[in-house]
DNA sequence: TCCAAATACGTAGGCGCCTACATATATGTC
DNA sequence: GACATATATGTAGGCGCCTACGTATTTGGA
């Protein structure tokens, strides 16, 4: 029935895709289940800062391993629903620094409890898969060493230019 | 840098979409390499209807675990490339029958040597990361048996409504 | 001191998937 | 054999990320 686990490499990005979605959907049902007015791409942001207070939209993207261009629009729509303020940073003008509001603190509080509890049930189901985030964790490991493209065209019978892809980090 | 391994259960979804965008972006960028037009999302049915033959959009669905709305639409895509071609099942008009036209045979024939390539580079990579597709087909079936919504209504303190997530295929 | 290069962020548009809803055809029951 | 229900596919629009490119500010030689 699913025949991707016989498709072996060509399409191991489509199940990690499948498998993420899967997880997102189910996340989002969640928060609407609970009539939490939520987007999942908050999330990064959101508990970054409130963990390490405020950032720069680079500061953030860089510990989330997601582009700028990401951050910032998860910014603006964070901004929109009142949770994040941003101001220049008065050091340096091109950097913009990104703060919880206090709606943003007090939801951060009532989320908690919620996010203790997609804890334990990621808990429970790494349990059930055999430790998938290490997994994960060797996954990131082996690719920031050698990416899928050089390994690929390593392979390759006729490698063609001397192109590589771009670092990921 | 990558706080995401300290974020833990919340994250696990971002993790896996982010590895899945590092391995598109990177097989996306072979083909450029190599100056082939060719789309992703194209491989999932392709590889399909040249291993099993004509199939319909729901077939090919089932077999690819995503929704008939996105074979929908890469079937559009694929036919407006030329590669496949559609006609009303006769035996049931509701169907539609998909078939590889000579010109998309010509480009699996084209693509299978850069696909055992993409296949060594997987294996490669799976084995540098102790076996992840493993790891994959286990988080699926854990998925399959309790899905993360179940799990997270499951731990909830206050468990909310009876509501349940629905069943993925 | 001036100006090229580097850096930080933003906008436009795309990708591959999704949900919600609409349409067309088939099936089963009275 | 008519009509409610089920099934197969399609359209509209959204999500969270991306690349390509543009603008504003800072930095570092010549």
Redesign the pocket.
């Known amino acids: 029935m699913d025949y991707t686990r016989g498709a072996g490499g060509a399409a191991i990005g ?1 199940r990690l ?2 498998v993420s ?1 899967w997880i ?2 189910d996340a ?1 049902r969640v928060y609407a289940a609970l009539g939490i007015d939520f ?3 908050w999330f ?1 942001v959101l508990n970054q800062l409130a963990q390490r207070g405020p950032a ?4 953030l ?1 860089s510990a989330l391993r ?11 729509s964070l901004e929109k629903a009142g949770i994040v303020a ?1 101001e220049a ?1 008065p050091a ?5 620094r990104l703060t919880l509001t206090e709606d943003g603190v007090r939801l951060v509080e009532r989320l908690t409890p919620l996010w203790w509890a997609f804890e334990q049930a990621a808990l429970e189901l790494n349990a059930d898969a055999g430790d998938a985030v290490a997994t994960l964790d060797r996954l990131d490991d082996a690719l920031a060493r050698k990416s899928l493209f050089d390994r690929i065209i390593a392979i390759m019978p006729s490698p063609g230019s001397g192109t590589s892809a ?1 670092p990921r980090g």
Do not use: L, Y
């Not at 720069?56 to 500061?59: P, T």
């Not at 340096?92 to 913009?96: G, N, S």
């Open positions: 489509a895709r499948r979605e997102d959907g989002t987007e999942q791409r990064g720069s939209v680079g500061e993207a997601i582009t700028h261009v990401s951050v910032s629009q998860t910014r603006q941003s940073d340096d003008a091109r950097r913009r771009p």
